[in-house]
């Protein structure tokens, strides 16, 4: 089974901090993407990666920037952590195309 | 981009057969569309996919017409189990070129 972990499952920082949430895949995955999630928002696509070192913006990238360094790992990275980035965020990885996306469990962030 | 509409909630009771439809007029020839399902706390996971047409699997149908414009998620007999929130996906993932638009979810709740 494919497996995509995520660093944490709860975080909570203050607002103005660093905030890295790292992602991990375990199948050799072309495609690796962050999401946040907000109730009534669905899930809207911040940034996506098809390669290592490549990177796409997404819907909402804004105030967020990803690295990728290594094929099975995908950052995802708060410059400067703001209230409205309070949120559910989830990564995902896929193969490529139009293959399923298999999911992390979800990283819930509290920014006070 | 495509943009997609589904119900915000949906009610069943046990044994029943539930239909969820997703809007997406503005699809594009590459897109396919997938629908995930997703219970609490846990992300998403692949229910079904499909380009145009009918598409069938062990736990549900998928219905497309010919415009593509809409896609019918199907879910035969549903239990308690199937109370959950369900995604269209819409899009294609072609290296730097790749979008994706999910809908906002359906919530689906089912009685007993």
């Known amino acids: 089974d494919v497996k995509v972990t995520q660093s944490s499952r709860y975080l909570v920082k203050r607002t103005g901090e660093k905030v890295f949430l790292e992602c991990v895949q375990d199948?050799?995955?072309?495609?690796m993407f962050w999401y946040r999630q907000d109730p009534g928002l669905g899930l809207r696509l911040i940034y996506f990666?098809?390669?290592?070192?490549?990177?796409e913006k997404g819907d909402i990238p804004e105030g967020y920037s990803v690295s990728r360094e290594k094929k099975e790992r995908f950052s995802l990275i708060l410059e400067s952590a703001s209230t409205n980035q309070t949120s559910m965020y989830l990564c995902?990885?896929?193969?490529?195309?139009?293959?399923?996306?298999?999911f992390g469990p979800g990283t819930r962030l509290l920014v006070l | 981009l495509a943009k997609t509409t589904q119900p915000i909630s949906m009610d069943s009771y046990e044994g029943q057969e539930v239909n969820i439809t997703c809007s997406h007029n503005?699809?594009?020839?590459?897109?396919?569309i997938t629908w995930y399902q997703q219970f609490p706390s846990q992300g998403p996971r692949f229910i079904i996919q499909g380009y145009k047409t009918k598409v069938t699997n062990e736990v549900a149908s998928l219905f497309i017409p010919a415009d593509r414009k809409s896609s019918t998620l199907s879910l035969p007999r549903v239990s308690l189990s199937d109370t959950a929130v369900y995604y269209c996906l819409v899009g294609d993932m072609r290296g730097s070129q790749g979008n994706l638009i999910f809908g906002k979810g359906t919530k689906l709740s089912v009685k007993p």
């Open positions: 503005n699809i594009a020839t590459n897109d396919y």
């Open positions: 995902a990885s896929s193969f490529g195309g139009v293959e399923t996306q298999y």
């Open positions: 199948m050799d995955h072309e495609n």
């Open positions: 990666s098809y390669d290592v070192k490549m990177k």
